[in-house]
């Protein structure tokens, strides 16, 4: 069975950092892409993140660009989410997402889904 | 970026009836389309991708289509487990993007 679990998530002050974890399990994690998509209380869905199953290569929206960094251990089936500069619109639950794989990827197709970690900004 | 405009907002309706939910591309995404469902308080999960894909383990009553750069999930026989929200996204280019949902409500 397929699982991500996500943890690291909280109260942070604004302008202070936070890294989320994921472990990933029931699948081979280095074959797949990975992403992070965000969303705000009662809001819709933002991607934030994706790395390459190599690691090698990562992506993000100008929102989170050079203030988060997406990063992986294949080695430890897990993937990370390293967060600067946090704001308040950072408010958020945010779910670790596997794209799909079926001997080619299909890159931003997000087919499996962590329960989520919980990330508030406030003062 | 690519904008994806969804509706209805929300949408009720019947046991048994037929929905659809749209989503509009701003530009051409040649059929990198996926639909997610999410249940109340649980995380979204694949419907649909590559426009009209049936992930494994999805009832046949979901169904895809697209026109253009308009595109299209329809749901027939609704059931009381469809309520929810649905997002369409393209995964086209990056950034992804998403629609901004469809609240479906089963009467």
């Known amino acids: 069975e397929v699982q991500l679990v996500e943890t690291g998530g909280g109260l942070v002050q604004p302008g202070r950092s936070l890294k989320l974890s994921c472990v990933a399990s029931?699948?081979?994690?280095?074959?797949?892409?990975m992403s992070w998509t965000r969303q705000a209380p009662g809001k819709g869905l933002e991607w934030v993140a994706s790395?390459?199953?190599?690691?090698?290569?990562?992506y993000y929206p100008d929102s989170v660009k050079g203030r988060f960094t997406i990063s992986r251990d294949n080695a430890q089936n897990t993937l990370y989410l390293q967060m600067n500069s946090l704001r308040s619109e950072d408010t958020a639950t945010y779910y670790c997402?596997?794209?799909?794989?079926?001997?080619?990827?299909?890159?931003?197709?997000?087919?499996?889904w962590g329960q989520g970690a919980s990330v508030t900004v406030s003062s | 970026d690519i904008q994806m405009t969804q509706s209805p907002a929300s949408l009720s309706a019947s046991l048994g009836e037929t929905v659809s939910i749209e989503c509009l591309a701003s530009?051409?995404?040649?059929?990198?389309l996926a639909w997610y469902q999410q249940k109340p308080g649980k995380s979204p999960q694949l419907l649909i991708y590559?426009?009209?894909s049936l992930q494994d383990g999805v009832p046949s009553r979901f169904s895809g289509s697209e026109s253009g750069t308009q595109y299209s999930l329809e749901i027939n026989s609704l059931q009381p487990e469809d309520e929810g929200d649905y997002f369409c996204?393209?995964?086209?280019?990056?950034?992804?993007?998403f629609g901004s949902g469809t609240k479906l409500e089963i009467k």
């Open positions: 997402t596997r794209d799909y794989y079926d001997g080619y990827p299909l890159i931003g197709v997000m087919d499996a």
């Open positions: 029931g699948f081979t994690f280095n074959n797949y892409w």
């Open positions: 790395i390459t199953n190599s690691g090698g290569s990562t």
């Open positions: 530009e051409d995404i040649y059929s990198n």
């Open positions: 590559y426009a009209s």
């Open positions: 996204q393209q995964s086209y280019k990056f950034p992804l993007t």
